[in-house]
């Protein structure tokens, strides 16, 4: 049974530092890893989705990598603001993680 | 395009009632999926179908839960005698053939 796994699951940065979430997963035959933000008491909005045939995907500040072989993803997200503070997921088709809790302090 | 919509956005239930859950995926979307997300927690999986069939069911909690999606469009979920560990957001997602989930914006329910 595929298991998702989130790391850290929270964390506080000031606003303009580089972070980067960690999500690993245990069985690397996969489709593909899809990584969404969670505003409180809101849906999912997705930002990247990687294939099992790629290795990263870029949108704007945000760049996912996708390691099969290891069973991780990392999302990097540049120059953080303040209206990043969200809850990140990743998901591998369906097993979700728990989640990071990301704060972004002005 | 319309993106995913579910209804009722919320649901106050008694315990014992049976509540029904709606999701219309975005049009032409052969795969849709339930998840549970209780709060503070990531969705946990439910049930996925592709097109009419039920091709996963291993994530609902017990045989009070029930979905189907007898025309391969909109789907309903369906909670019978519900129980008070069944407040929640359920969420619905659909997508094209193993490519990018599009969520919709859940159903909170509350069970009394």
């Known amino acids: 049974k595929q298991e998702v796994t989130q790391i850290p699951a929270a964390l506080s940065v000031p606003e303009g530092e580089n972070l980067v979430l960690n999500c690993s997963f245990t069985?690397?035959?996969?489709?593909?890893l899809q990584w969404f933000r969670q505003d409180p008491g809101k849906g999912l909005t997705s930002l990247l989705l990687?294939?099992?045939?790629?290795r990263e995907q870029t949108s704007g500040r945000l760049n996912a990598s996708l390691d099969k072989s290891s069973g991780r993803s990392t999302l990097y997200i540049a120059a953080s603001q303040p209206g990043d503070s969200a809850t990140y997921l990743c998901?591998?088709?369906?097993?979700f993680g728990k989640g990071t809790m990301l704060l972004v302090s002005p | 395009g319309a993106g995913v919509s579910q209804s009722p956005r919320y649901k106050v239930a008694k315990r014992g009632q049976d509540v029904a859950l709606r999701c219309d995926p975005i049009s032409g979307h052969v795969s849709l999926f339930w998840y549970q997300q209780a709060l503070g927690q990531g969705p946990e999986f439910l049930t996925y179908f592709q097109n009419e069939a039920q091709l996963d069911k291993s994530g609902l909690p017990s045989d009070r839960f029930f979905a189907e999606r007898p025309e391969g469009s909109v789907s309903t979920l369906k909670i019978q005698r519900t129980q008070q560990e069944d407040s929640a957001v359920y969420l619905c997602?659909?997508?094209?053939?193993?490519?990018?989930?599009?969520f919709g914006p859940g159903t909170r329910l509350t069970v009394l």
């Open positions: 990687i294939q099992s045939s790629q």
């Open positions: 997602a659909s997508s094209t053939y193993n490519n990018e989930q599009f």
């Open positions: 998901a591998v088709r369906a097993p």
């Open positions: 069985d690397s035959a996969i489709y593909n």
